[in-house]
């Protein structure tokens, strides 16, 4: 009978973090999830449960509080071991606009959680999962990523500078894991249906559900697929865009639908 996967996971009360977590249920997974909304932590945690879910771990945190998770892995690791994977998948989104000084605040917290509050998701597993994997049993470091971190979206300079920069985080961690066993995946969505998403004013093309989407991140994950864009018809657009020179890009562009400010 093949064991339960453990699977530790930001971001996990509503969204892809929450359709992750329910994929996983299904597997009887053994879970933590993480999030700042404890009674939604708490309440999805018996849904889990229901679902299949062997065991389930709640920690309400804020992930840029590095203390808070390292007590977080550490509770996880001494109640399961070592986890298989550990999904970094905690993130905000907001237009901005440099010019307004009252945005400047929201683009320090953008880049908080979805840069650092990355690093400081992974960084206290790192050492129990090296050690797993010198006696066989390799585990997976997810970052989600965002194909808006491909090139600069107009209004969205904090979501995208902070999704670029994950994804070459992303990258650096790879290189440095790559003699350890442990693999480092990228995922990088288009869009997703979820809380996120739901306040754009405009067209999303190849829009994904979340349930659908998280199959797919957890077939890419399972292949420890180094990076991918789900869905793949949002890869191919990304391909094309890497190619498009600066100004082609920006008269294409330049007037595209903004994300609406938070402030």
């Known amino acids: 009978m093949p064991t339960a996967p453990k699977v530790f996971i930001t971001g996990a009360s509503s969204g892809i973090g929450s359709a992750l977590a329910s994929h996983y249920a299904q597997q009887g997974a053994i879970l933590g999830i993480a999030a700042r909304r404890g009674e939604q932590l708490a309440s999805l945690a018996e849904t889990l449960t229901s679902a299949g879910a ?17 007590a977080a892995a550490e509770d996880f690791i001494s109640r399961n071991g070592s986890p298989d994977i550990v999904i970094a998948n905690a993130g905000v989104s907001s237009g901005t606009l440099t010019e307004c000084a009252e945005d400047l605040e929201v683009i320090r917290r953008i880049f908080e959680i979805n840069v650092y509050g990355m690093a400081a998701t992974f960084s206290p597993f790192i050492a129990a999962m ?18 808006a971190g491909i090139r600069g979206l107009p209004g969205a300079e904090a979501y995208s500078a902070s999704k670029s920069a994950a994804i070459t985080y992303l990258e650096s961690l790879r290189l ?71 100004v082609l890009y920006d008269r294409l562009f330049a007037n595209a639908p903004r994300k609406p400010r938070s402030v």
């Open 54 to 70: 062997k065991q389930v771990s709640c920690y309400p945190l804020d992930v840029t509080d590095a203390a808070a998770q390292r």
């Open 130 to 147: 090296r050690k797993a994997a010198i006696i066989g049993k390799p585990g997976r470091l997810v970052g989600i990523a965002s194909v």
């Open 176 to 246: 440095e894991m790559r003699d350890s066993g442990v693999k480092v995946v990228t995922i990088a969505p288009g869009y997703i249906e979820t809380p996120m998403t739901a306040i754009n004013p405009y067209r999303m093309p190849f829009l994904l559900p979340a349930d659908e989407a998280a199959r797919r991140f957890a077939r890419a994950i399972e292949r420890g697929t180094s990076y991918t864009v789900i869905p793949w018809q949002m890869g191919i657009v990304a391909k094309f865009l890497r190619l498009l020179p600066n």
